[in-house]
């Protein structure tokens, strides 16, 4: 575990990227268990995805700032 700071931010950063993947994954398993049913729902799942990859790629981008 860091000490100063800037460890510490980089950490919470790093598990705000974690918990993204972790959305996409199951947003991904809860599409697949849809199929070709309820495609409004299919629909909010890519959504959901992309959402996700939008932020991660903004919290990435801040990190990297770090």
Avoid: C, Q
């Amino acid at each position: 575990m860091s000490g100063n700071a800037r460890g510490k931010l980089k950490e919470e950063m790093e598990g705000i990227h974690r918990n993204l993947e972790w959305v996409r994954v199951h947003a991904a398993k809860g599409k697949d268990l849809l199929g070709d049913t309820h495609p409004e729902i299919a629909a909010l799942f890519d959504s959901l995805i992309a959402e996700m990859e939008t932020l991660d790629t903004l919290t990435m981008h801040v990190y990297a700032t770090l």
